[in-house]
């Protein structure tokens, strides 16, 4: 399985962009069987969770999310959104998408990520 995230961009403060990722080569089942999640590691920083949601669409979001972030997937097509509105220069990062939690055998390999960019 490919995870592969699209959609980042460079952006000035207060824009949105919306990212894609899709599992290329999963069979349907198993990644609906699977919770899905955006994470995201800041340059010199560790990778962290930013909203999962599960495969009826129940969502959770870290505190630097909520309110400005919508996860959102697409069982059939196998991929996993992320609107993000409301950008701040803190989420600058690279952007992947996962399975979650992100443990052990449960997880894909992580792909290339996406980068977003925010600047002032």
């Known amino acids: 399985v490919q995870l592969q995230a699209s959609g980042g961009g460079r952006v000035e403060t207060g824009q949105s962009l919306r990212l894609s990722c899709v599992a290329s080569g999963s069979i349907t089942s198993v990644f609906n069987g699977k919770v899905m999640a955006w994470y995201r590691q800041p340059p010199g920083k560790e990778r962290e969770l930013v909203a999962s949601?599960?495969?009826?669409?129940?969502?959770t979001y870290t505190d630097s999310a909520k309110g400005r972030f919508t996860i959102s997937r697409d069982n059939a097509r196998k991929t996993v959104y992320l609107q993000m509105n409301n950008l701040k220069e803190s989420d600058t990062a690279v952007y992947y998408c996962?399975?979650?939690?992100?443990?052990?055998?449960?997880?894909w390999g992580w792909g290339q990520g996406t980068l977003v960019t925010v600047s002032s």
């Open positions: 949601a599960t495969r009826l669409g129940e969502t």
């Open positions: 996962n399975a979650y939690p992100p443990f052990g055998s449960y997880v």
